[in-house]
């Protein structure tokens, strides 16, 4: 994910992990993507998480999954494509 923050899975459910092997989110996430600009991007339950290097949900919203969100969610020049309420 970036230099101190690994993503790992356990029984098919990914949560991220320091160097020193403490958790930071324990493993209930149906996906994590890398870090871009500070946010990792987060699928659970068709709702997407955007979290910042401490595990924490830094947007303090959440958004729902759309088609190919593992590529255009990502943050890219300060702003990322999500869906709320059917619109993006």
Not at 3 to 30: C, V
Not at 50 to 66: A, D, H, I, P
Not at 70 to 87: L, P, Y
């Amino acid at each position: 994910m970036n230099d101190s923050i690994l993503s790992f899975s356990e029984n098919g459910k990914y949560g991220m992990i320091s160097l020193k092997s403490d958790t930071i989110l324990a493993p209930k996430y149906d996906y994590i993507g890398e870090f871009h600009e500070g946010y990792a991007l987060a699928a659970k339950n068709d709702t997407v998480i955007y979290f910042n290097t401490y595990g924490k949900n830094s947007l303090e919203k959440t958004f729902r999954v759309f088609p190919n969100y593992r590529v255009k969610g990502d943050f890219m020049n300060g702003a990322a494509i999500v869906m709320k309420k059917g619109k993006y």
